[in-house]
Nanobody, 130 residues
Framework: QVQLVESGGGSVQAGGSLRLTCAAS????????MGWFRQAPGKEREFVAA????????YYADSVKGRFTISRDNAKNTVYLQMNSLKPEDTAVYYC???????????????????????WGQGTQVTASS
C-alpha cells in the first residue's frame, strides 16, 4: 500500500519559516516527479512546487518563487518543502503528491498539472498570521 505522509506544518507569524517533509512508503519514487500543492479555505487546490526524479529540474508557482525551495532525498524516499518569508496568503492545507510514471516531457505544464499525480498525502496545515 502506497502512502505519502506529510509533516512539519504549524502556525508561524508572517515572515517566519517552516519545513515540510513528505515521507513515501510502499514503493520507491526515485524515478518520478513529486510535488506540493495547497488548498486554502474556499479556494481550489493549487500547484506550489515540483521536482524531477533526480532533482535536476524544479518548478515553482510564481507566488512562491524565491521564497520556497523544494528538494528530495531518494535514498530516504522523501521530498521536502522549505518555506521562508511566509505570508498570510500562504495559509492552506499543503499536500504532497507523486507521479506514478516517468515524466519524459520535463515541462512545467506537466509538473504543475494535478491530473499527472497518482498518489496524494492527507495534507498538513500551514498557518501564517500577520
Amino acid at each position: 500500500q502506497v502512502q505519502l505522509v506529510e509533516s512539519g506544518g504549524g502556525s508561524v507569524q508572517a515572515g517566519g519559516s517552516l519545513r515540510l517533509t513528505c515521507a513515501a512508503s510502499g514503493r520507491t519514487f526515485s524515478s518520478n516527479t513529486m510535488g506540493w500543492f495547497r488548498q486554502a479555505p474556499g479556494k481550489e487546490r493549487e500547484f506550489v512546487a515540483a521536482i524531477s526524479w533526480n532533482g535536476g529540474r524544479t518548478y515553482y508557482a510564481d507566488s512562491v518563487k524565491g521564497r520556497f525551495t523544494i528538494s528530495r532525498d531518494n535514498a530516504k524516499n522523501t521530498v521536502y518543502l522549505q518555506m521562508n518569508s511566509l505570508k498570510p496568503e500562504d495559509t492552506a492545507v499543503y499536500y504532497c503528491a507523486a507521479q506514478a510514471k516517468f515524466d519524459y516531457s520535463g515541462s512545467y505544464d506537466w509538473a504543475r498539472s494535478e491530473v499527472r499525480y497518482d498518489y496524494w498525502g492527507q495534507g498538513t496545515q500551514v498557518t501564517a498570521s500577520s
